[in-house]
């Protein structure tokens, strides 16, 4: 472009603002009514942009800077826009925008409902927060607003201190309110610029040059833009097809672009919803587009593509940039809005008008949604948000054209395959809508919003229902990827319905009715397809060969349909009209789908024994010979012969299915008949109870025969349908199915009900008593199973409308049998009452009452660390629990009952019945069923079949079922003395002559005399549930008035005898089980003793001393672990260890061992804090230099080196199946990274092997500090590497002895061309036998082919080459390995100090890891002795430098102020050495005296401030006197005056000298295995500890160390602080003040500071959207993104997500976050393997966020003290080793790359 064309279209540029501003600004009257002025402005910038190339982000600031200036009439907007915001005044509602991420909080008291919410700044300012209410806190999907001020949405406090007034959003004029002026220019900026984002938004096809029609079209003026620019553009758009992978392989396909640019890519499109890839010529773009549309992958590709291209497009290059200069414009006109009422009414009031008939604008973008991307979705939803749903008055008219295009909308969203993100839709602007109460009300009722909703439901599966037998019906429910994601969006039309359904007026108007009628109509209709659906038949022959789908089914009713059936039961119950009118559809729905069975002639059917078909229909084999004779000769003998009618239907034939919704919502619907007091016989008018009962005991009985294994052959999905019938959806399947039947049987008969039961379970043959009996195991679970329905339909009385009980006692009443079981958390019992009761979960008002009824029933008892409290049952509330609870269970049934029976083992109180509230007026009728006769024939048989030593048709359970029900028949009548029945239960119990007893020669025999029979009966089982029967045996005398008679006295004797023979026998037992134990016990001390004599006798022998020989004794046996008294110094014993592979055992006594130790060797920072660490930084000498340190840690399991090789060349499924056993298998992890191992035993990661040596103790002499020092100077002076000054030693280097031993660290390696082959052959090494650096290694010789000592050294070299791997340093191991191992032997240690500073110090650790250490540093100290290559001149040389006072100052040196003092001690402890002497007792007291030196110089005289001035001991004179001395040495202080305050002085000594003296302390320890006193393995005082280590340390005390009388002390001292470097010396004490100790970050108190925090966190690498997840490092502080792509970068060839990138940085590769989505800390200690643990936040019940899913958390310190320590400790990577089972390679690699 030539200058004169730029200057053209600049004068454009401006020419067309000034006119802009000239219009607008100079009359109150609009003069541009048709915006053309407007949009020439809008085109003169985009053709500058055209021109300039300047980024689309530029323009639009522009613009909006423009336009901002433009509707404030030109004045500045900085200030006016302010004065337009104050002036219609605060109030009304908040509407604030909830962004992605941010922190939502509703008060579950006074919310209307879970969707209800308040911004952070609204509820912090509202009642809610300052009266403590109930608090549930979220964050939010990005789609939701604060609804703080609006009155519907909240019971109480419904707005803040700042939005509690009366807003202007109710004024009908609120417009007026503004200026003329900005009133006009604001009308034409809404219509024009809405307008042209429209138009600019619609695109239609894939090419731009006939079908898009803004350019020419519609705006003509456009045209100019065409002929400036002929680029084009290929845009590609986001979709639901295609997942990150795919979209990646493309781009690094069809683009060549690295995998980050193809990452960064895909990532664009998933946050914008589409990207800009290309920017070229018209051929050139289309010709891109064509390749994307035809991309095929390649043959080798691993990943598997859709066949769906991905979306391109390509066009001209001004339309894409007009598009996004209109998104940036719509934002700002939604900010614009946002700004006051009259700016939302303005915005209204051009958006809702029509012009011509046509649609309006609202409309418009509702219909076209389809056209729009990710953000312009987004856009229109802010709009929306804050113009629209801002204003009230057109709120209504919102919602009315949301249901007019409701089909139309939800059908292009059900088709849309561009729906991403649900949020940013416009269906998600529904819920604003209808959970408005007035705005649902309107809408249902004049525009039946509620068929209109769920139609797109029945539409949407129309197409799977398909007739049969005259009935449709689902069927071939089968789910696809396109069904199962578009099952997916239609769950949201019944969100829709739902909203609709929460409302529901106190008054409900007759047109309101019919408009729900007609809603339960289609409702029923749609329902009435799942009656009876995905039915089974049972296999009685063969296994069935293909089992049948059934998952689609239940996530049909239980997924979906669940979601409304509780909110419609509630309508149909809201009016006496609507119950009436639901009960007819809902009773019809059943009739007609049952209009296939046949009802039977009334007076057709007559009930009769005919055993052998009955029980050969059982599914059982043929009946044994003895059983056919005992039928033929009872024949067709009548048992109850009755007329009845029933519907014929064969559960051993017919198909059943668990499917009945409707008849599960007519017993909901029906239980609320007491509630309006309607006559029963209208209702019975319209349909005969019986037709009704069957299908509800079809599912009961079809799940009783699944759980009585008598559906095999039917395969699991019988088993997994019974579960999530029983089981997991009881509420809505089980529950609802029992409800209908204890419903329909007060209908009916209760002979006629009774007997129909009894022959659809077919136990006929079961109430016929013969004389001898064998087992026949499917009669009695049939059995069974129809006494435990009794005891559900007819005892069971906890339920709403059943009896009188009310909710609270009916949640209290779960909650018990809940803690009947064991102790549980509060979470567990929310969520299992959630489970129990349907649709609990929605009511948020539960919480409060159950949290009430579980602080009455239950008490707290903390568990572990006293965090998490679990609660317990009450002892007063035992009596509540009844084992046959219909909620249990088979297995709870058997915990809850075995707990119940160890609980009442001490009670001496005897059985208390439950409570038993009454029947309602309803349901009395289910009283008269305990007196039928079949009843009380079937509790007859099965008393005498229990007495009876003969039959085998009883057992335990039955029993305790048939005691039961009789109890709950005695208690009946005990609680209702007026109200009778015609013949009393205790009648029936204590009457001999009962014609249900007698059958042929049974003879004459009460129930109550079977039940005195068995407190005779001694067995367990029995004797459990004697005081049941005992308190039966007594109510029944009570009630019958015979509580004097014979029989009762008689059975008070018998109630007492039982008892006791039964105890008596059972102390007998355990008398003689107590002699045999004895006996064993006294033989095996016998062999014992003989075993130990030796041991014995000086046992004796010390007896046998005096108290005087005993003190003498004790004061021999001080312990010094250096200098000349060191000792006691260990014998050498035989160390047995013993291989836990394979088992042989071995000595390990001095010499060398074939056993090894696994080891984990892993980079680490946790001394590295605040990005500072003194160890790495300040260590200048030779190698010793990097900030990464090295830690080792073992599990300390010894095995052969060979085992583990053998092993480790099997297969992994091998090596899992020999070393694994038991529960183990399950988390044994596959997958390790190269060249690791796991321990065989334990599963701790290892990833090296340490050779194990024994030790022989050295009995050498520690000479004096002198003397050492003077060798010091006599080893560098033989190797001529220093210019020695004039010497005050006594003793002259001429005049030693030419005998005289020096050190070995030199005299070994004067040799250069030793030490260079001995690297050299090293080298080499390195290079043929790289595989042996990582286990598995080649198998090494024999010890009888190759000498130990050699294998011992390829063994250490092998071992020091794997931590050079690990550390990661070439060049250091390239020369020496002795730096870095020294360095990781100091940092090993320093962190054991660490980690036992709340333990004794030598006596914390295991016996295992004491092993450990004590190897570890005797086979480093051996194999250093060795003369191999591990030894490095210079370090040599430099070590002795620092203890050197002669060295010349030309020497460029360190000192060892500048050092960790530690660190020097430990090289120079394996560096410096001699066969005949030892050095440890002089490095230890220059090494202390350094370390004085430096805090002393760390002291200012500033210090004094606040400092105690107590009495002054030698020590502090000492101490005070050595401070002026060292700090004018060091150049700090121009006098050597003394501190003025000593004894703050030796305080400020001690403090920071016990960390030293500890590390010292324990490296010697395990060094020379010389253990410490008695009192060292204790926790001592700071002091104690203090004074106990400096005598262990052979140190007498600070006066005697601290001399600085002229001599070899003050010489060193001299040197040290000449060759101090003062600045760095300062900077890190400087540093040291402010420096935290090795921990974790401080996390704020509450959870929700951290959400606020993450929620105003931007990822850097995106431009638009927030990202889904966040995290916090625990070790820095930052905020990285979680589970994303945007950060992901490359390290070498493999890629790795933020967490991984930002761990890889942060802390050398292990990371430390807590996941903010849901609370969860995550460890990545490598970058492929992490796992998630509890993070730190959790309720006042101690239970975190993964429980409770509220996020009003608080920190526990114990919790997250206890995460802390697992990172110091670094039990991390093998906590992660352990659990890393399933995380297949696939897997794996996801971590990396997400993570």
Not at 50 to 56: Q, R
Not at 446 to 469: G, H, P
Not at 765 to 776: A, N
Not at 1217 to 1237: C, H, I, Q, V, W
């Amino acid at each position: 472009m030539d200058d004169e064309e730029d200057n053209t279209v600049t004068e454009f540029v401006a020419t067309s603002t000034a006119q802009l501003f000239n219009v607008y600004t100079a009359t109150d009257h609009a003069v541009d009514p048709e915006g053309k002025v407007l949009l020439q402005y809008i085109k003169s910038v985009l053709l500058e942009a055209l021109h300039s190339g300047k980024p689309h982000e530029a323009l639009s600031r522009e613009i909006v800077s423009t336009l901002s200036r433009l509707i404030c009439a030109g004045k500045n907007p900085e200030t006016e826009l302010p004065l337009l915001k104050k002036a219609l005044g605060a109030g009304g509602p908040c509407g604030k925008i909830l962004q992605y991420n941010e922190p939502t909080f509703s008060c579950l008291e006074c919310a209307l409902d879970r969707t209800c919410v308040m911004c952070m700044d609204c509820y912090y300012a509202s009642p809610h927060h300052t009266e403590k209410h109930n608090l549930h806190v979220n964050t939010s999907h990005g789609s939701g607003m604060c609804d703080c001020g609006d009155v519907e949405a909240w019971k109480y406090g419904h707005a803040c201190s700042v939005h509690a007034g009366k807003g202007d959003e109710e004024d009908a004029a609120v417009e007026m309110k503004l200026p003329p002026k900005v009133r006009n220019i604001a009308t034409i900026v809404f219509k024009e610029l809405l307008e042209l984002a429209m138009k600019a938004f619609i695109e239609k096809g894939e090419s731009y040059d006939e079908q898009f029609e803004l350019p020419l079209a519609v705006l003509p003026a456009f045209g100019d833009c065409v002929d400036a620019s002929d680029r084009y553009v290929t845009v590609i758009y986001n979709d639901e097809v295609h997942n990150f992978d795919e979209v990646i392989a493309q781009f690094k396909q069809l683009l060549k672009s690295s995998h980050s640019e193809a990452s960064a890519y895909a990532t664009s499109i998933d946050r914008e919803g589409r990207m800009l890839i290309r920017t070229a010529g018209k051929e050139e773009c289309q010709e891109l587009t064509r390749q994307f549309l035809s991309y095929k992958p390649g043959e080798h590709s691993r990943i598997r593509f859709n066949k769906e291209p991905l979306v391109t497009k390509s066009m001209p290059e001004f339309v894409f940039v007009l598009q996004n200069i209109m998104v940036d414009v719509v934002d700002w006109l939604s900010d614009l809005a946002r700004l006051n009422a009259a700016f939302k009414r303005i915005a209204c009031n051009v958006s809702f008008k029509e012009e011509d008939n046509s649609e309006c604008f609202i409309e418009r973008v509702m219909l076209h949604e389809p056209y729009f991307w990710k953000k312009v979705k987004c856009a229109w939803h802010n709009l929306f948000m804050s113009a629209y749903f801002g204003d009230s008055l057109y709120k209504k008219d919102i919602g009315v054209l949301f249901i007019k295009n409701y089909s139309a909308v939800f059908r292009s969203f059900l088709e849309d395959d561009k729906v991403r993100e649900f949020p940013y839709c416009i269906i998600s602007l529904t819920v604003q809508l209808f959970t408005v109460p007035s705005i649902s009300n309107i809408l249902m009722t004049e525009y039946s919003a509620l068929e209109i909703i769920f139609r797109q439901f029945v539409d949407f599966y129309s197409k799977f229902v398909k007739q049969e037998s005259g009935i449709s019906k689902f069927q071939n429910l089968q789910s696809n990827s396109t069904i199962s994601k578009r099952r997916t969006r239609i769950n949201h039309v019944l969100l829709d319905a739902k909203y609709i359904l929460t409302n529901i007026p106190d008054e409900i108007p007759s047109s309101t009715e019919d408009a729900f009628l007609a809603f339960l109509q289609l409702f029923v209709n749609f329902i009435s397809y799942m009656q009876e659906m995905n039915p089974h038949i049972r296999e009685s022959g063969n296994h069935i060969l293909r089992e049948k789908e059934w998952d689609q089914y239940f996530i049909l009713e239980i997924s979906e349909i669940r979601q409304i059936m509780s909110y419609v039961a509630r309508w149909c119950t809201a009016t006496p009209r609507l119950f009436v009118k639901s009960l007819e559809i809902l009773i019809k729905a059943q009739l007609d789908n049952s209009e296939k069975f046949e009802l039977c002639d009334p007076t057709a059917v007559t009930s009769t024994v005919s055993l052998a078909s009955l029980v050969r229909s059982l599914g059982g084999g043929p009946l044994t010979a003895q059983w056919e004779q005992q039928h033929r000769q009872l024949g067709d003998q009548p048992l109850f012969a009755r007329k009845m009618c029933y519907v014929q239907h064969d559960m051993f034939k017919d198909p059943v299915s668990f499917h009945i919704p409707v008849t599960r919502l007519f017993s909901i619907v029906f239980s609320h008949f007491p509630k309006f007091d309607l006559p029963l016989e209208l209702l019975l008018k319209t349909f005969t109870p019986e037709e009704l009962l069957d299908l509800p005991l079809r599912s009961i009985l079809l799940s009783q025969q699944i759980e009585a294994s008598m559906w095999k052959r039917n395969g699991t999905t019988m088993e997994n349908q019974s579960m999530c019938y029983r089981d997991h959806y009881k509420s809505i399947m089980w529950d609802k199915d029992l409800l209908a039947v204890q419903l329909l049987l007060t209908l009916c008969h209760p002979e006629d009900a009774i007997l129909k039961i009894v022959q659809k379970y077919k136990i006929e043959p079961y109430l016929v008593l013969l004389s001898s009996e064998t087992s026949y195991d499917p009669l009695l679970r049939m059995a069974e199973a129809f006494s435990s329905l009794l005891l559900y339909v007819i005892c069971e009385r906890f339920r709403l409308n059943i009896s009188e009980a009310k909710e609270c006692d009916i949640i209290r009443k779960d909650a018990v049998h809940i803690l009947a079981i064991s102790n549980v958390p509060r979470s567990k019992i929310i969520k299992t009452l959630e489970a129990n009761f349907d649709h609990f979960e929605e009511d948020i008002t539960k919480t409060d009452e159950i949290d009430e009824i579980l602080d009455i029933i239950a008490e707290k008892i903390p568990v572990k660390d006293g965090v998490k409290t679990m609660l317990k049952l009450k002892p007063e509330y035992y009596n509540e629990f009844t084992p046959f609870y219909y909620h249990y269970s088979h297995g709870q049934r058997q915990s809850a009952e075995n707990t119940y029976y160890q609980r009442q083992a001490n009670n001496t109180e005897g059985f208390k019945p439950p409570p038993l509230p009454g029947f309602t007026k309803l349901t009395r009728q289910l009283r008269h069923y305990l007196t039928c006769p079949i009843i009380q024939r079937f509790i007859y048989v099965v008393l005498k079949r229990f007495n009876s030593d003969t039959s085998a048709l009883v057992s335990d359970l039955l029993l305790h079922q048939i005691l039961y029900l009789t109890m709950f028949g005695v208690l009946d009548e005990l609680n209702t003395p007026d109200n009778p029945l015609p013949v009393k239960f205790s009648h029936c119990l204590t009457r001999p002559d009962n014609p249900a007893y007698l059958i042929q020669e049974e003879g004459e025999c009460s129930i109550v005399s079977l039940l005195k029979n068995l407190l005779s009966v001694d067995v367990k089982s029995v004797n459990e549930i004697k005081p049941l029967i005992r308190w039966i045996l007594k109510t029944c005398d009570i009630l019958t008035d015979t509580a004097s008679t014979p029989e009762g006295t008689e059975s008070e004797t018998i109630v007492e005898s039982s008892p006791k023979s039964g105890a008596d026998s059972h102390k007998e037992m355990m008398k003689k089980r107590r002699e045999h134990l004895m006996k064993n016990f006294k033989t095996q001390q016998a062999k014992f003793m003989v075993e130990n004599q030796e041991a014995f006798n000086n046992i004796a022998e010390d007896e046998n001393k005096t108290e005087e020989e005993l003190m003498e004794t004790g004061e021999e046996t001080e312990h010094f672990v250096c200098g000349p008294n060191k000792g006691p110094i260990p014998r050498p014993e035989s160390n047995i260890l013993t291989c836990i592979l394979c088992k042989d055992s071995e000595k390990v006594n001095t010499g060398y061992s074939t056993m090894m130790y696994g080891c984990l060797i892993e980079k680490s920072v946790v001394l590295k804090t605040d990005k500072d660490n003194e160890i790495s930084d300040d260590y200048r000498m030779s190698y010793l230099v990097g900030g990464e340190n090295l830690h080792i840690q073992s599990c300390g399991h010894p095995m052969h080196l060979k085992c583990l090789q053998s092993i480790m060349k099997l297969s992994p499924a091998l090596q899992h199946l020999l070393t694994m056993t038991g529960a183990d298998r399950n988390r044994y992890s596959f997958f390790l990274p190269k060249g690791e191992f796991s321990c065989p035993y334990c599963k701790m990661a290892a990833n090296c092997a340490l050779p194990v040596v024994g030790y022989e103790p050295r009995d050498v002499q520690d000479i004096s500090t002198e003397d050492f020092l003077k060798d010091v100077i006599y080893s560098l002076e033989a190797n001529n590497d220093i210019e020695l000054m004039e010497l005050e030693f006594s003793e002259s280097p001429a005049t030693r002895s030419p005998t005289m031993p020096t050190i070995v660290g030199l005299d070994h390696l004067a040799d250069a061309q030793n030490f260079m082959e001995i690297l050299r052959d090293s080298m080499l090494h390195d290079r043929i036998n790289r595989m042996s650096e990582e286990l598995p290694a080649a198998e090494s010789p024999g010890p009888d082919q190759v000498d130990p000592g050699t294998k011992f050294k390829e063994d250490m070299r092998r071992f020091y080459r794997r931590a050079k791997n690990i550390l990661d340093q070439d060049a250091i191991g390239a020369r020496c390995y002795a730096p870095f191992t020294l360095k990781m032997i100091s940092y090993t240690f320093s962190m054991l100090e660490r980690i036992l500073r709340e333990k004794p110090l030598l006596a914390g650790l295991a016996e295992y890891q004491e092993g450990f250490f004590e190897s570890f540093l005797h086979s480093l100290h051996k194999s250093m002795t060795l003369n191999d290559h591990l030894y490095n001149q210079e370090l040599t040389r430099e070590l002795l430098y620092v203890f050197s006072a002669q060295v010349s100052d030309s020497v460029d040196l360190p000192s060892i102020l500048n050092t960790d003092i530690f660190t020097v001690f430990v090289a120079a402890r394996f560096v410096i050495f001699n066969e005949s002497k030892s050095y440890d007792s002089a490095m230890v007291e220059l090494c202390v005296i350094a370390k004085i030196i430096k805090i002393l110089l760390s002291v200012s005289p500033d210090d004094l401030v606040g400092a105690d001035t107590g009495a002054d001991d030698s020590d502090a004179i000492q101490l005070a006197t050595l401070w002026g001395y060292v700090r004018k040495m060091c150049g700090l202080s121009s006098t050597d005056d003394p501190f003025k305050c000593p004894t703050y002085l030796v305080s400020k000594v001690q403090l920071n000298l016990l960390p030293l003296l500890r590390k010292l302390a324990l490296f010697l320890r395990y060094a020379t295995s010389i253990t410490g006193c008695a009192a060292m393995k204790e926790i001592q005082s700071p002091q104690g500890e203090f004074n106990l280590l400096m005598r262990y340390l052979n140190i007498s005390s600070l006066t005697n160390l601290l001399t600085i009388d002229p001599g070899y002390k003050l010489d060193l001292i001299q040197k040290w602080c000449r060759s101090l470097n003062r600045d760095k010396f300062m900077a890190t004490v400087e540093v040291n003040k402010t420096k935290r100790e090795a921990k974790l970050i401080d996390l704020p108190t509450n959870f929700v500071d951290l959400l606020v925090k993450a929620s105003k966190y931007t990822c850097p690498k995106i431009k638009f959207g927030k990202i889904q997840t966040t995290a916090v490092c625990l070790i820095c502080g930052d905020l990285v993104c979680f589970q994303s792509y945007c950060c992901q970068e490359s390290i070498g060839d493999s890629n790795f997500g933020p967490c991984n990138m930002h761990a890889h940085r942060c802390s050398g590769d292990l990371g430390v976050f807590l996941t903010l989505e849901k609370c969860q800390v995550l460890f990545l200690p490598l970058r492929t393997q992490g796992i998630f643990i509890n993070g730190p936040y959790v309720d006042k019940y101690g239970e975190g966020y993964k429980y409770t899913k509220n996020k009003a958390l608080t920190l526990s310190p114990q919790i997250y003290r206890k995460i802390e320590m697992m990172w110091i400790r670094h039990e991390i990577r093998p906590m992660v080793a352990r659990n890393s089972e399933g995380l297949g390679f696939s897997r794996i690699e996801q971590i990396g790359l997400m993570y």
